[in-house]
């Protein structure tokens, strides 16, 4: 039986206690995705149809299809986007996180706190 590995990295810190959650997201047509927000721990992605707008703090966005991966290191770095770039269909993907204990997986950022940390968002074409 073959096995391909699609990602493979080593994330900053995995927080003491942590615990595991797997949950799929699907977005209509459009979507702006889930508004800016940040994870307590390290997450894990894949895009099982249509295709996503993905941007973290520092990095730019990109376009994420069928079958590609993706992560991000949860603690203080905000997730911009996860959008759909499809106006036709939906997009879907499954994220596995590894969460905080007594902290909420997903947590939104406010307005004045994006307005602070500007400086850290990559240029927007």
Do not use: K
């Amino acid at each position: 039986m073959p096995i391909t590995t699609l990602q493979e990295v080593s994330p900053p810190r995995i927080p003491d206690g942590a615990h595991a959650m797997t949950i799929v997201v699907e977005h209509p047509p459009g979507s702006p995705g889930t508004p800016p927000h940040r994870h307590s721990g390290p997450a894990f992605g894949y895009v099982l149809s249509g295709e996503m707008v993905f941007e973290l703090e520092g990095s730019p966005a990109r376009v994420l299809r069928e079958g590609e991966v993706f992560w991000e290191p949860g603690g203080d770095v905000i997730h911009y986007q996860d959008a759909n770039n499809r106006p036709d269909i939906p997009v879907r993907f499954t994220v596995t996180m590894l969460c905080e204990p007594g902290t909420p997986m997903l947590t939104l950022v406010d307005e004045d706190e994006l307005a602070e940390r500007a400086s850290f968002r990559a240029a927007r074409s």
